[in-house]
C-alpha cells in the first residue's frame, strides 16, 4: 500500500501550521486519519499533536548560540535543514511504516530551500523512496496579494518551488476568512487571473521600460503556460476546505487503491440517435 504526504510550504506567517491543525480536524470529520511532522527549527509553538519534531534532532537556537558557528537566525535555519538532510534516518525512524499513512510536513517559510538549496528537493526524493506520494501545497496569505505585482511575487515563490522540487503543487490562498466582503470579491480575480488585462491595469505605474519588459516577459510565462493557479482556504467554510483536499487527493492519486470505478454503461433505448464519439469519450472518461 502506498504512503501519502502533502509537504506544506510557504512563506513565514503564511498560515502553515494553522492549515495542518485544520486539515488534521477536517480529516477528522471525514473519519480519515492524518499526521503532523514539523520541519521547522524555528518553530516556537503549535496547538496540534505532532509524531514528529525536528527541534528533538536540532535546534536553531542552539546553533545561534555555538560560538563556533556564529549564525544568525536564516543562516542558522539553513545550517539545522542541511544537518536535517544528512540525518534523514531520523525521520524514518520517527514515520516507521504504517500502510495507508497520510502525513502533513509543516515546513520552514526560508524562499532558499525551494530554489538553490537541495535539501527540501533530497526529502522529497527520500520520502519518495520510502513509496510515500508527495504533493506540495504551497500557501501564500490572501491579505498580500491585494496588488498585482505582489501577487506577481508570489506567483514566481510558487512557481520556483513547483520546478525545483517537481512534484504535483496545489496553490492556495489562506486567511480568506479574515477579508472583508469587498476584499473577497476583489481578490477573486486573483485566483484564475488574467495577466494580460492585470498588467494593462497597472501599466501606468511603471516607469521603467526595462521593468515593463521584465513584467510583460514573466506574465506571459505565467499565462501562456498556465502554471500557477490558486485555490482559496477559508477555514470556517468545510465545502471550500473539501474542494481543496479533493485537489490534493486527486494529485497524490489518494484511495484509487481502494475503490474500483465501473465503466460507464451506454444505453441501447435509441440505438438510432446513438452518438459513438460520446460513447467513447464515456468510456475514455470512466
Not at 100 to 122: A, K, N, S, W
Not at 149 to 176: D, Y
Not at 197 to 203: F, K, L, P, R, T
Request: hydrophobic fraction near 40%; proline fraction near 5%.
Amino acid at each position: 500500500m502506498p504512503r501519502y504526504a502533502q509537504l506544506v510550504m510557504g512563506p513565514a506567517g503564511s498560515g502553515k501550521s494553522t492549515y495542518c491543525s485544520t486539515m488534521v480536524q477536517h480529516l477528522e470529520t471525514l473519519n480519515r486519519s492524518a499526521q503532523v511532522v514539523n520541519l521547522d527549527p524555528a518553530a516556537e509553538h503549535f496547538d496540534y499533536p505532532v509524531m514528529a519534531d525536528i527541534r528533538e534532532l536540532i535546534q536553531v537556537d542552539d546553533v545561534m548560540e555555538d560560538d563556533s558557528l556564529r549564525f544568525g537566525p536564516n543562516g542558522g535555519l539553513v545550517f539545522c535543514m542541511e544537518y536535517f538532510a544528512n540525518n534523514l534516518d531520523w525521520l524514518e525512524e520517527s514515520l516507521g511504516h504504517v500502510e495507508d499513512d497520510y502525513i502533513l510536513f509543516d515546513c520552514p517559510g526560508q524562499i532558499e530551500l525551494y530554489t538553490h538549496l537541495p535539501v527540501m528537493r533530497q526529502l522529497v526524493e527520500q520520502l519518495q523512496q520510502w513509496e510515500f506520494r508527495v504533493c506540495g501545497v504551497f500557501l501564500v496569505d490572501s491579505q498580500f496579494m491585494v496588488e498585482s505585482f505582489k501577487f506577481i511575487s508570489g506567483v514566481m515563490a510558487a512557481l520556483s518551488a513547483m520546478v525545483s522540487l517537481e512534484i504535483p503543487q496545489i496553490n492556495i490562498m489562506t486567511k480568506m476568512d479574515l477579508l472583508n466582503p469587498k476584499a473577497k470579491k476583489e481578490i477573486e480575480k486573483y485566483l484564475d487571473p488574467d495577466m494580460y488585462s492585470m498588467m494593462e491595469d497597472n501599466s501606468d505605474t511603471i516607469r521603467s521600460t526595462k521593468f515593463k519588459k521584465l513584467t510583460k516577459a514573466i506574465c506571459d510565462l505565467i499565462d501562456d503556460y498556465s502554471m500557477v493557479r490558486f485555490l482559496p482556504f477559508d477555514r470556517t467554510d468545510e465545502e471550500g476546505m473539501n474542494i481543496v483536499l479533493q485537489h490534493i487527493d486527486f494529485s497524490i492519486q489518494y484511495g484509487e487503491d481502494l475503490e474500483f470505478k465501473e465503466p460507464k454503461e451506454v444505453e441501447e433505448e435509441e440505438p438510432a440517435n446513438l452518438n459513438y464519439d460520446e460513447m467513447f469519450q464515456g468510456k475514455a472518461d470512466s
